[in-house]
């Protein structure tokens, strides 16, 4: 049996709820003023009456409010106009000024950029996709499913603008393969990457700007997982409603800005063999081949072609003769154990990035005549040949023994810096580049393990995130997956500079005593209904905030003015603080609110209107469960 006693509080010594309630508030109430109060008229921050200051302040943030929604210049160059603007009057120290760039969420959200372009150039994400796409061949929602959780999944650890940059190309190939107007799929791959941004720390970078900014107002940072459960919840509420609700307001509408042009879907004829490794040996390759636009030949094993070959399961060696579009050609030759048999020279360095190219024969080139086994085509030409088209008859020989023809297309594999040896050869003609080999699948497994590394030791309190997300990006630079050029391509300047303009208004907001304004503003206008009307409110305007400016300047603004309201109410600051992680991840109803809708906006062939239909519904959907499950989760 225990005995538990409780002291009562001392009226000499503060009772423990009010010492920690002094210690959560910002520094300007900690000398004795009540929460809510503003410092004196006749203070001073840098010398000069408050009254000035705050004035600049409010009138420097409704402006650039103003230019960010009206877009007549760049956000991020409105943002550094911001910082401009505030460093002279004395409100900010140099080093507060310039503090944005320093903050280790600016720095954090750098190193993930990088990270994501490392994990994409394994093509491991690649891989994921494609089998994503080979679902919609057999059942359309179930594959919608299956992608809106593989991608949040993906997201919740990956950029998510990285996720659907390759996915988007994957899901637009399988929609035009199996008959699927683009308009069903690509919403659904933008929703379902904001959701699963929701689910970690590193999910999305305003998840871990908000982190940050905890910090600076003096209050313990986000864990990796702390989100977790809310956030899985959040994905499972927006992904049934995308199944059922939003699948049947999402516009049936055909792209055809989307369908590409006659040359990049002529079927080219080529052989592809299967290593041991090829990760769907004993696959069929009905279902290998399944939501591309590939057709399948021959199947030869043994130097003999088998009959019905659609259900045989393949074995390592086999041969598939397929006529493919030169895109799927690529993403088939793109994966581990797959080679071409068009062209018996060794395959190129892995490490080394190809350049898919397309050229004509001339019809007096000295290859005409002679088979692609004969010609010794990589003995004369600094490249490798794929796969051939033939306009007028349908190619059925074995392809190594097919006499090329002037006028033949041949699908060919060369470095970058040799494409214009070939561009000078008469030979040919260099009609069009397909696309560059970048994937590094040897570097798969150290970037995976950087990024599990990153991961468990941050949800582990091992080390700070920013330690190891730095550590983690230089890593990947100096064992080569990626250059250090491509390192700063990877980087998303406009959000760098962005934040770096934006945190030091947060400071002056908070030093001027305009933060705490804001939050009696709040206060007043709901304070009468309960924390949990608040913690909505505060939802509703973030989400609000998010669809006419970015979701990292809307967290900047209203994070430090959640926390001032929490500790004037005396209630813990974390629910509101995650109803705006979540409200500034819930920009469903506008194209131009998130970056993922932008670029699914066009490719879906989507109307402004098309968002607000299914968006207006999912985003009230977030509230309400925003409403109940946050202060459930994290109680008031």
């Known amino acids: 049996m225990f005995t538990i006693l409780i002291q009562p509080a001392s009226p000499h010594r503060p009772s423990q709820p009010t010492l920690i309630r002094r210690a959560l508030r910002p520094p300007f109430l900690r000398s004795g003023a009540q929460p809510g109060d503003l410092p004196a008229a006749s203070s001073t921050v840098g010398g000069k009456p408050m009254s000035f200051e705050l004035s600049f302040v409010f009138l420097l943030t409704l402006v650039a409010l103003v230019l960010f929604v009206t877009e007549r210049m760049r956000v991020d160059l409105v943002a550094l106009l911001t910082m401009a603007a505030l460093l002279p009057t004395g409100i900010l120290t140099p080093a507060e000024g310039l503090s944005g760039f320093s903050n280790e969420a600016t720095v954090t959200i750098a190193a993930m950029f990088v990270l994501s372009r490392a994990l994409h150039r394994t093509g491991s994400l690649k891989h994921i996709a494609t089998h994503l796409g080979r679902l919609y061949a057999y059942d359309a929602r179930l594959a919608t499913a299956a992608m809106m959780l593989g991608v949040a999944a993906m997201s919740a650890f990956i950029n998510n603008v990285a996720v659907v940059a390759i996915m988007l190309p994957v899901l637009l190939g399988v929609s035009r393969a199996n008959g699927i107007n683009p308009s069903k799929i690509m919403m659904p791959l933008s929703f379902a990457a904001i959701f699963g941004g929701t689910c970690t720390l590193v999910g999305t970078s305003t998840n871990i700007l908000i982190s940050g900014l905890l910090t600076d107002l003096n209050q313990p940072a986000m864990n990796m997982f702390e989100m977790t459960l809310v956030g899985l919840l959040f994905l499972i509420a927006g992904t049934g409603y995308m199944l059922t609700v939003g699948d049947a307001i999402l516009p049936d509408r055909d792209n055809p800005d989307y369908r590409r042009s006659d040359s990049e879907t002529q079927p080219y004829l080529t052989e592809l063999r299967f290593a041991p490794d090829y990760p769907d040996i004993g696959k069929t390759p009905n279902i290998i081949l399944g939501g591309t636009e590939a057709t399948l030949l021959a199947m030869i094993r043994d130097d003999e072609v088998l009959d019905d070959p659609d259900d045989r399961p393949l074995k390592p060696g086999d041969i598939l003769r397929i006529s493919a579009p030169a895109t799927v050609v690529r993403d088939l030759l793109d994966t581990v154990g797959v080679t071409s048999l068009a062209d018996p020279q060794p395959e190129p360095d892995d490490h080394q990035p190809m350049e898919l190219i397309e050229v004509v024969i001339a019809p007096d080139a000295a290859v005409v005549g002679r088979s692609l086994g004969e010609s010794g085509f990589a003995r004369y030409h600094p490249a490798r040949v794929l796969a051939l088209r033939r306009s007028a008859d349908t190619v059925v020989d074995q392809l190594l023994d097919v006499p090329i023809q002037g006028g033949d297309v041949l699908l060919i594999q060369a470095m970058p810096g040799q494409v214009p040896l070939l561009q000078d050869s008469p030979d040919f003609i260099v009609v069009s580049e397909i696309g560059l080999w970048e994937f590094k699948h040897a570097f798969t497994l150290p970037v995976i393990a950087a990024l599990l590394a990153v991961i468990l030791l941050a949800a582990f309190g091992v080390a700070p995130i920013v330690t190891l997300a730095s550590a983690a990006a230089v890593l990947v630079v100096l064992i080569g997956v990626i250059s250090i050029e491509e390192a700063y391509e990877a980087i998303d300047w406009q959000v760098i500079f962005l934040l770096g303009g934006l945190i030091p208004l947060g400071i002056a907001l908070e030093k001027t005593g305009g933060v705490t304004m804001l939050a009696n503003a709040t206060l007043a206008l709901v304070g009468d209904f309960g924390p949990r009307v ?103």
Do not use: E, K
């Open 534 to 636: 608040i913690l909505t409110t505060f939802f509703l305007v973030t989400m609000a905030m998010t669809a006419i400016i970015s979701n990292q300047a809307t967290a900047v603004l209203i994070t430090p003015v959640a926390v001032s309201a929490a500790i004037s109410l005396g209630v813990d600051p974390r629910p509101f603080v995650f109803a705006i992680v979540f409200g500034a991840s819930a920009s469903f109803a506008s194209p131009v609110g998130y970056h993922t809708n932008v670029m699914v906006y066009s490719a879906g062939g989507y109307r402004y209107m098309d968002f607000v239909r299914v968006g207006i519904p999912l985003s009230l959907l977030f509230l309400v469960v925003a409403a109940f499950v946050i202060p459930w989760y994290w109680p008031l």
